[in-house]
Structures are given as C-alpha cells and as structure tokens.
C-alpha cells in the first residue's frame, strides 16, 4: 500500500507516494515462493496447492480473480448492480464439478441457484499464445462457451468469464494432456506450482453420477495471494478496468511548518480518492486525488484546513463490449488459408467485410469486440467463408501490434480448428 503525503499551503497540493504492498497478508501456509511472481495459495479441505498466475501474459483475468480472492471486489447484483456483499470470494465455496481424469471446478457461489453463477458480472476471456491447457494441472477460467454450436451462432462465448475456475487434471500415460481440446475457448491464467497430490486426490472423489457434484463437499477454506519481487507487488487490481470497493483510508493530519499543513493517507496506486477539505465543517472543497505510486502530482486543492475527509474508492462493474465504427485492419495472419494478408472492415452495424482482392471478398455476418488491457478481443463469423475466428489483438504503439488468432475453419467440414499469430495495423478513414 502507498502511503500519500498532501501539504496544503497557498493553493498547493503535492502527493509523494512510496511503493508498498496492498493487501499484504501475513500467511501461515507452507508456500514459500522460490521465484518472483504471483501465487494463488489454496487451503481446501483435502489439503493445500498452490498456483503461479500469469498476470504478466493476462492482467485482467488475473486481477480479477485476485481481487476476487482478496476482497477487493465485492459481489454483484446481476441485474441492478448493487452490491450483495463483500467478503473473500472464494472462502468457503466448494468444488462443484469433479471429472476423473479431466478437471476439477470451483467458484460458483451458489451451485444450487442456476440463476446465480458468479460474482454479478462477466469481463472478456483473454487468450495468450504462451498460454495452454497442454500442461497439467492449467488453471483456468470457466465460460459458457458453446463448443458444439452451429457455425454462425451469434453468442458463442460472446462474453462470460467470471468467477468460476476450474483446474485439469494430469495426462493419463500415453494419453494426449486433459485439457488438450480447451484451448482458445478459455482463458488459462496460471499453472498449479505445487501440491498437486491435492489436485489428484479432489479428482478422484466420488461424485452424483447425474451432476458430476462431489456427494460431500470439497471446500476451499481460504485463497491466500502471495506477490515475490517488484512487479508483483506493483500489481493492483484499481489499475485495471475492473470493478472493486476499497477500505475507506484515515487521514492523518500535522502542522508542518513550510507547508501549513500535511495530510497523509493510505492511497492505493490507480484509484481516485475523493479528498474533502474544510476550515468550518460547513463548506468542503472536493479534489480528486489518484496516486500513480511513482511520481509527485501538483493540483490546486484550496486552503490549508482543519477538517479533512476521503469517501472509499469504488468502481462498478463495467461494459466492455464496443461498436467499431467504420474500422479497416489489416493483417498478416500467418499460416492461415487461402493467405496470410487479411483485410477486416468492421462497420458500426455489427457486420463488415473480409477482403483478400477485389475478386476475393467475403461478409461479415456479425462481429462483437470487448476492450481487454491494451488491446481488444473481436469474435467474427463469415458464413460465406465457412470461417469463425477469435482475434486478440495487443497493441504495441497507437495503430499497430500483434495478433493471436484461433479459427474454426469449417471449409472442411470438421471443423478444422487452429491457432496462429501476426501482426495488425489499424487504418483510420
């Protein structure tokens, strides 16, 4: 957590912010992280295993899963948005699905209700090149994805990543990996580091043959997030484009003999603070404080006080689904047939082009794009083409970046399904 001074004289405000760790716990588990990074510590009631998270590769499928497990995001109100409570997400949820030999899954907060089947809200699943099921023992972020829908189905896996998690088991001998037919359908953020006799031993638990529920409960008791090095500990969740509520913060106060008056108080880095100022506790002046935990920040903020107060940082839950309106992108999508130069024109009605040559142009049925960290996430189907595809794109300056792209190719009747990567460039009208 960063500690933010405020010296209040002659209209001035100035804010030092030193780097520290938000939400640091002091953990009793018997993890002890041998590399930098951030590990998920599971204490269940068959045992503990801990996870490596990707938050490098992924920050928002990350972040959200730790400020879930941390608290820092409550529960929502699907429909109205207000919250339901705030807690440890994940303290006391059980697995609810158990698959011999496939995986294991957690994180739905009433498995009873199928109303309610995460935290109130759903952010864009991210996928990751470096990122697979192939390993054993991948952990990963449970969506509705229609895996055997018909091509041109406008909501497969439009948006509906969550809370829900679930962790594939180990490869039988001379079989291919549990998870090797997931990949490109869900967000795989980390990779179970130790402790995996648990992961084996939840996996064999007898279950209800009709709902695949363990016929008594497997529990998560605690989910601990431990950070090792310099980049963890600068991880915050209020950077991201996620909803979260934050500890009202206490504001000390001193006199200071060149300032007037200093005020300091606990800022967590990437979230504004409303900070309010009297001299009378009848008229208050309101200036909105962020602390970037790295730099000094100067802002009128009126004049030195005697009453100081800072409402708690909150965000709601946000829409990450946008309309391109008349965008063209072009690409280079390797290995991909019938060639690796794409052109994509996205119209603001939800439908475009896709165009090889003026001899070679296909449409666009539908498109859908969601903002993730520095980039954005376009599902698409061209019926005509035969071709659903799943593009992420990541930018590396303001028009320009790298792809990762999954394609259902249904030329072939199969589908055939494959990965590949490129380049982009966005040309603006």
């Known amino acids: 957590m960063a500690t933010a001074h405020y ?24 993890f002890e992280p041998e590399e930098e990074g951030i590990y998920a510590v599971f204490d269940t009631s068959m045992g503990e295993f801990t996870a490596k998270l990707a938050y490098d590769a992924v920050p928002l499928t990350t972040g959200n899963f730790i400020g879930l497990a941390e608290g820092t995001i409550p529960r929502f109100d699907p429909e109205t948005g207000d919250i339901v409570e705030q807690r440890p997400f994940y303290d006391g949820l059980v697995f609810h699905l158990v698959f011999k030999d496939f995986l294991i899954q957690a994180g739905d907060p009433l498995p009873e209700d199928n109303t309610v089947n995460g935290p109130g809200y759903t952010i864009p699943e991210e996928l990751h090149p470096n990122l697979s099921h192939n390993p054993d023992y991948s952990l990963s972020m449970y969506n509705t994805s229609c895996i055997s829908c018909d091509p041109g189905t406008a ?183 019938p060639g690796e130069n794409w052109t994509f024109q996205f119209n603001n009605d939800g439908k475009g082009k896709i165009i090889f040559s003026e001899e070679l142009t296909f449409d666009i049925d539908f498109y859908t794009y969601h903002r993730i960290p520095d980039g954005g996430r376009i599902r698409l189907s061209s019926i005509a083409l035969n071709h659903e595809m799943v593009m992420h794109i990541k930018y590396v300056d303001e028009t320009s970046g790298g792809l990762y792209v999954w394609i259902d190719d249904y030329i072939s009747g199969n589908p055939l399904r494959y990965p590949t990567t490129g380049t982009f460039e966005v040309v603006t009208p």
């Open 7 to 30: 010296s209040l004289k002659d209209n001035i405000h100035r804010s030092v912010a030193t780097l520290a760790l938000f939400a640091a716990i002091q953990t009793t588990n018997a």
């Open 155 to 337: 909501d497969i896996n439009d948006i509906s990543t969550g809370s829900q998690f679930f962790i594939t088991a180990a490869a039988l001998p001379g079989q291919p990996p549990a998870g090797y037919n997931l990949d490109g359908k869900f967000s795989v953020f980390g990779e179970v580091v130790d402790g995996t006799d648990v992961i084996d031993a939840i996996g064999e638990v007898a279950v209800d043959p009709e709902t695949s529920r363990p016929t008594e409960d497997v529990t998560i008791n605690s989910v601990t997030i431990v950070r090792e090095g310099d980049a963890a500990n600068a991880f915050y969740v209020s950077q991201l484009e996620l909803p979260y509520r934050l500890p009202t913060p206490k504001v000390k106060s001193q006199p200071d003999p060149d300032e007037g008056a200093l005020l300091s108080l606990e800022a967590i880095p990437g979230a504004p603070y409303e900070v309010e100022t009297s001299s009378d506790l009848q008229a208050w002046e309101t200036t909105t404080l962020t602390n970037t935990g790295s730099t000094i920040a100067d802002a009128p903020i009126g004049p030195a006080p005697l009453f100081a107060r800072v409402k708690a940082p909150q965000q709601a839950p946000y829409d990450y689904s946008e309309v391109l309106d008349n965008v063209t992108i072009n690409a280079v999508i390797n290995e991909a047939v």
